[in-house]
């Protein structure tokens, strides 16, 4: 006889009791469940309201025009895209245009534009990040892709740390990890859960760290002795800059240059304003024509040649250089900027030349030391080279150039990582173990960690492919003509699902040729003739392409 049913077929009081409780913790955990979900929603719709909101704040260049018929190129990358070791004109994205403009049959003159957004120095995280912005910027129908080279040096990204590479891109957990990163409430997650950054530590006091001081005080004291008009439109365009409001910034500097269009101050943060807008027209006519004999008209005559320097226009960067010189001798700065005209064209003699008369015009010059440096080992004095990068170092300078300069003429990654763990010890004792374990070991351990940076790089590459796809251009991924990151770049182009270009059959039998000096500048760059050779390759392989989607 079942003891728990009483006569009339019914459980007992406590049971239902029992039972009621078991039906009020289900439901309320079912109302728990349903109320987080909702707030899961919520939070998601609020992140995503919150970023387009964000992004439509942000001040951007304006989209590029485009006429009916035309198509885009953008060329993405680093120093190999931007053309470095050979005169301007002759980088790949120069010669890919006049390729285009005459290989595909039928194509009308005019109907390509490529455009070169390669940027010395960049490292594969910002290619990635860069790819869809640009993309959708400037209309692109093919986005070509080359990155990787600089990732030993340049760790600018918190996903580009030596010890995340392996254990955020392999394994089962990269494709959730993917899929979720989707969802702003997983990345919010994660964001908050994770380590934070160690601040920087404080540079130790240097002739660069006094100088920057003594510049701050005085552009103070240059602000200062403007007429009042010009003051108050000035201070207010630096408060509206720090805010990020740069397009408002622009109009008090205008402002201000018509208070005291003679003030060298003023017409400088206005082209400043113009070039973080993109409007390089705007910048331009900023300057002026300045008088680099005048004493406010050497600043903004330095300043206008920085920005011709900058779009590589060398023959007239080279010419308000060459003017501030005339005018005043003394003039380091303008000696570094005709050295770093020269460095940019491959020409590696000269930019000695002119690099070491402006050292000795301003031994404290950090970035000039630098420079100098790179400019030595392009010419094949390696001693030399490594002597004044790590005096810029010592200057206070960035190390992470010196680094690049270093890694690259070093003869193979375990010389250069000895080399970095030596200078590593010393700086110990001379800067303190904090600065050294920031700025120089996490590229020993870079250095260190194969699988885990081969790994990061092909995850980075593919996801630049990912981004220009989902601008709706075609993505190509491309390989270096030195052969290194080869293999990458083809796992990337494969995990996408986008093709990719090897030039390496082409260049391989020509590094080890008598005229090897014909292909190869000093440093592993391409002469004007390599970057010509590369383009070929590249041209071949996007004329078959954009005939396949004809």
């Not at 989707?182 to 950054?197: D, E, G, T």
């Not at 300043?303 to 001798?329: G, I, K, N, T």
């Not at 081969?454 to 991924?477: I, K, N, P």
């Not at 500048?521 to 010509?532: Q, R």
Request: net charge positive; hydrophobic share 45%.
């Amino acid at each position: 006889m079942n003891t728990n049913v009483n006569g009339s077929g019914r459980l007992p009081a406590p049971s239902r009791g029992r039972a009621a409780r078991g039906g009020l913790r289900r439901a309320l955990g079912r109302r728990l469940l349903f109320s987080f979900v909702v707030f899961l929603l919520a939070l998601e719709i609020a992140l995503r309201l919150g970023g387009v909101m964000a992004q439509a704040a942000r001040p951007r260049p304006a989209p590029v025009a485009k006429k009916p018929g035309e198509i885009h190129v953008i060329c993405l990358g680093d120093s190999y895209t931007f053309g470095i070791g050979a005169p301007a004109g002759q980088s790949y994205p120069d010669h890919l245009q006049r390729l285009l403009d005459t290989s595909i049959p039928g194509a009308a003159a005019g109907r390509f534009r490529v455009f070169n957004l390669g940027r010395p120095g960049w490292n594969s995280a910002q290619v990635a990040r860069a790819a869809r912005e640009e993309a959708e910027r400037y209309r692109a129908d093919v986005v070509l892709i080359l990155a990787g080279n600089n990732d030993a040096w340049n760790l600018e990204s918190a996903a580009t740390g030596p010890g995340r590479a392996a254990s955020e891109t392999a394994g089962a957990w990269r494709g959730a990890d993917r899929l979720l990163a989707n969802l702003r409430c997983y990345r919010l997650a994660r964001w908050l859960l994770k380590s934070p950054a160690a601040a920087p530590p404080a540079p130790p006091e240097t002739e660069a760290t006094r100088r920057r001081e003594a510049e701050r005080e005085r552009h103070h004291a240059l602000v200062a002795a403007l007429p009042d008009a010009a003051r108050r439109r000035l201070s207010r365009g630096h408060e509206l800059n720090a805010a990020g409001r740069v397009a408002e910034a622009a109009v008090e500097f205008a402002a201000a240059v018509e208070a005291a269009p003679d003030r060298a101050v003023c017409r400088i943060d206005l082209a400043d304003a113009f070039r973080r807008l993109g409007r390089e027209q705007g910048e331009a006519a900023a300057f002026g024509e300045p008088d680099p004999a005048a004493p406010e008209g050497a600043p903004v005559a330095l300043s206008r040649a920085d920005f011709h320097l900058r779009r590589r226009e060398y023959a007239e960067a080279r010419r308000w250089y060459e003017l501030v010189l005339a005018a005043r001798p003394e003039e380091a700065r303008a000696a570094a900027g005709l050295g770093l005209c020269a460095l940019d064209q491959g020409e590696f003699a000269e930019a000695a030349s002119r690099l070491s008369a402006a050292v000795a015009l301003d031994p404290g010059d950090a970035q000039a030391q630098g420079r100098l440096g790179a400019a030595f080992i392009g010419a094949g004095q390696r001693a030399r080279g490594e002597a004044a990068l790590w005096r810029s170092v010592e200057l206070g300078g960035d190390p992470a150039f010196a680094l690049s300069q270093l890694l690259t003429s070093a003869e193979g990654e375990a010389a250069a990582r000895a080399a970095l763990a030596t200078r590593a010890a010393e700086y110990d004792r001379r800067f303190g173990r904090a600065w050294t374990d920031y700025y120089v070991r996490p590229h020993v351990r870079w250095l260190a960690d194969g699988p885990g940076r081969s790994a990061a790089l092909v995850a980075r590459l593919a996801a630049a492919a990912r981004g220009a796809r989902a601008a709706g251009a075609l993505a190509v991924v491309l390989g270096y003509p030195h052969g290194r990151f080869t293999a990458e770049a083809g796992r990337a182009a494969e995990e996408a699902g986008v093709p990719w270009v090897d030039p390496r059959p082409r260049f391989a039998p020509l590094e080890g040729s008598a005229s090897r000096d014909r292909w190869f500048a000093p440093d592993g760059h391409l002469t004007g003739e390599g970057y010509a050779l590369y383009a070929e390759e590249v041209a071949r392989v996007l004329t078959r392409l954009l005939e396949e989607r004809r």
